[in-house]
Each structure stands twice: as C-alpha cells, then as structure tokens.
C-alpha cells in the first residue's frame, strides 16, 4: 500500500493571498487506470498553461509536508508551486517574471527550493511566508547548465558553470549558509550536467553535452580532484544520476552493435561496473530507493510508455512492465516525462498526452 495521503500534514495552511505568493488553488486531480492492476494514475495539474515536475531526476516530494512541488506557467511565467498529496491543494510559493523554475530542485531535509533568478542561485521556504534568500550571484558570462544539485542536507550545491568563449566547464560547490564558492575542477566542453553525490558530498557525477558525438560521463573526486571517465571511445553514455545508497553512480548506456540500451552502475569504493539490459527502448532511467526497480518512460515514438523494469534479484536482467501510456511528445524538453521514484513504489511524471504540459503520480492503490 502506498504511504501517500496518509499524512496529517497538508501544504495549504497559513494567511491567504489575493494573488502572487500565498494565492491557493482548488484540487485538479483526475484518476485515471494504470496499465499495471495494482497501481493508479493521478492526473495532479490539468491547467492549460505549462505544468511539470521539473527536470530528470528531480525528485519533488517533502516527505514532512506529504506534498509535491511543480513548475507552472498559470500566471505566465515559471514560478513554483507546493500541492498537498492529501487532498490536491496547493498553493503559489514564488511569484516572479524571472525564475528557471523548469530547473529547480528541492531540499526535503531543510523544507526549501532552490533556482536561479537571473544569474542567482536563490532559495525558498516551503513553509508560509515562504520566504526567499539570495545565495550567491554569477558573472553573465557563464550558461548555468542543468540542476542546482543538492547533498541530501541541503547544506551544498552543485552547479555547472559553461563559458561559451572558452568552451569549458567550470563544477563549482556553493556553501548555502554563506554562499562561498569552490571550484572543483575545470572540464572542456559544455557539462550540462552536474550531480553531487546526495549522501556523502564527496564525488560530482557529469556529462558532457556533444551534440552529434559521443556522450561522455566522468566522475570527479571533491578532495583530490582526481577525474574518471565512466564511458570510453565509441560509448554514448547519457542522463547520469546516483543510486540512493549514494555508493553507485549510474548512466544510460546507448545501444552498441549487439549490446542494447544499458542502465550501468559505478560502485565508487571497489571502482566496479555493472549493467542492466534493456529491451525497450527508454529515453531517461530512474532507479527507486530499494534498487528494486529501474524506470524508464519509452524512447520511441511507438513506446510512449512509462515502463517499471523489475530486476531480477542477484542478476544483471529485468522484467518489463508497462505502467501507464504517457502519451507525450519528445519535442518540447519540458513535457519530457522526466520521471522520478518519490519512495520505492511511487512516481512522478509529466506528460502533454491532453494537449498541455501537466503532472502525473502514478502511485500503488
């Protein structure tokens, strides 16, 4: 059984706004039937203006809160929004004409959102007046590429900083108390993603963006600097992120020859690889909290589904299962399904099956 809506704490409490920060919202759910018998599809936003989940491996769920947060454009702009799992409410916590909310992340531990404003890696309570903090501004010079990624305290992020006249990547590390600022390691190429290892701090996981050649992934240690390439000559490694034990980095693997598509792991300690292969094509993989299942939303156009990958315990194969017909197109990135494991039976997606940019839960009945 899930554990969701199940908890006494919603995300709608506090004084009411008339519009702008603290404006609250009616549920929007729709239930729709899941592939799977044991599972359901919720429908959270069903706005006509641009809703989602936020980027990949965003996972949007405060446990504390039992509540979700999304990016939409309803008042025509990205700001973010908290929605209670108990009862679909949800309530506007920035207001603004300037925020990357499609790339915003969240801190459960410290109940707060980050995103850049401008060039400013800034954050939000989650909590009424929800209230914001400027963390730290960057030269225009510089893309800010992907995520502001978070170590599970929410103490640290990390960010890719691309300057386009020199090609090269800048991973940095931002304290988020005092907003100081360490270089780790300079890498050529445009790094559009950069993923701090979220239990140990310890290791950035990244790829290198080469559009029409090789994905490269690389991991680079905070402390000795030391950088390891995961891929090698020929690889197409793409869309890498950490297992939850925070021991293994992974990565989707592009078909080789005979090899096809490849979820691989990187145990970081023993410096070991091991894969899953996969038969349907996916485009982005997630792995859940057990590391039970790997989930992956259909690559092709003729499997625009969200696929559950059950492993085999003690073995590199899977058992697929398709868990729902998302439905949505690959041509906007942000309708991308970009699902993520909010708990070990639980995900969330987006889709425009309806049209429209909107946030799906597909939970366990």
């Not at 225009?140 to 090269?168: F, H, M, Q």
């Not at 699902?339 to 009945?365: C, H, M, P, Q």
Request: net charge negative; aromatic share 10%; hydrophobic share 35%.
């Amino acid at each position: 059984m899930s554990m969701l809506g199940f908890s006494c704490a919603a995300a709608a409490e506090g004084v009411a706004a008339e519009s702008g920060k603290g404006v609250r919202f009616g549920a929007e759910w729709k239930i729709l039937p899941a592939l799977d018998p044991d599972y359901e599809v919720v429908q959270l936003t069903t706005s006509k203006a641009l809703d989602n989940k936020m980027y990949l491996d965003v996972d949007p769920y405060v446990p504390s809160l039992n509540s979700v947060l999304f990016m939409s454009e309803r008042d025509g702009h990205e700001n973010l929004y908290l929605m209670s799992l108990d009862n679909g409410k949800f309530v506007q916590v920035t207001d603004s004409d300037r925020i990357d909310g499609d790339h915003a992340n969240v801190s459960p531990k410290t109940e707060e959102a980050f995103y850049f404003e401008d060039q400013a890696l800034t954050s939000v309570s989650l909590r009424p007046p929800y209230r914001e903090k400027k963390i730290r501004g960057f030269a225009e010079k510089y893309d800010i590429e992907g995520i502001p990624s978070l170590t599970s305290d929410g103490k640290t992020v990390a960010v890719s900083l691309y300057d386009k006249d020199e090609r090269r990547s800048s991973l940095v590390l931002v304290d988020v108390r005092t907003g100081e600022l360490t270089t780790v390691r300079k890498i050529d190429g445009d790094v559009d993603h950069v993923l701090i290892n979220p239990v140990l701090g310890d290791t950035l996981l990244y790829h290198i963006y080469d559009e029409g050649h090789d994905g490269k992934i690389g991991l680079v240690d905070i402390d000795t600097k030391k950088n390891t390439m995961l891929t090698g000559p020929g690889d197409n490694g793409v869309h890498p992120f950490w297992e939850s034990n925070g021991r293994n980095a992974a990565f989707a693997q592009r078909d080789q020859g005979d090899t096809p598509d490849q979820v691989v792991t990187y145990n970081i300690r023993k410096e070991e690889f091991f894969s899953y292969d996969i038969k349907e094509d996916s485009n982005h993989f997630a792995m859940n909290p057990a590391r039970t299942i790997i989930q992956g939303d259909g690559r092709k156009d003729s499997a625009p589904y969200i696929f559950f990958y059950y492993i085999r315990p003690g073995t590199n194969k899977v058992d697929t299962v398709r868990m729902f017909k998302h439905r949505s197109s690959s041509e906007t990135e942000s309708v991308h399904p970009h699902a993520s494991f909010i708990n070990d039976t639980d995900l969330i997606f987006n889709s425009d099956a309806d049209g429209n940019g909107n946030v799906y839960l597909l939970r366990e009945k």
